[in-house]
């Protein structure tokens, strides 16, 4: 019988922790950890997830500055 699991949504959790792993005054340790939770994610989300369009939620939630940042810096990840 499937499981019914509320969770954040996948692609602002990768922009998120993408963003996090960015700040300069954010312990090295948790950026290096923030940064591959957000290759993870995004990988997920290119190989596994590809029927998951970006949200205008998720486009409201994160300036386009983040989005485009995370883009061009995270392998298959597409926002």
């Known amino acids: 019988m499937p ?41 997920l989300l290119h190989y596994n997830l590809r029927d998951l369009a970006t949200t205008k939620a998720v486009s409201r939630a994160f300036p386009n500055i983040v989005r485009q940042d995370a883009s061009s810096q995270l392998d298959d990840f597409d926002v």
Do not use: G, I, M
């Open 3 to 43: 499981l019914r699991l509320a969770t954040v949504d996948p692609r602002a959790f990768a922009l998120h922790k993408w963003f996090t792993s960015q700040r300069a005054d954010r312990d090295p340790v948790k950026r290096q950890r923030d940064a591959a939770q957000a290759r993870l994610v995004a990988s």
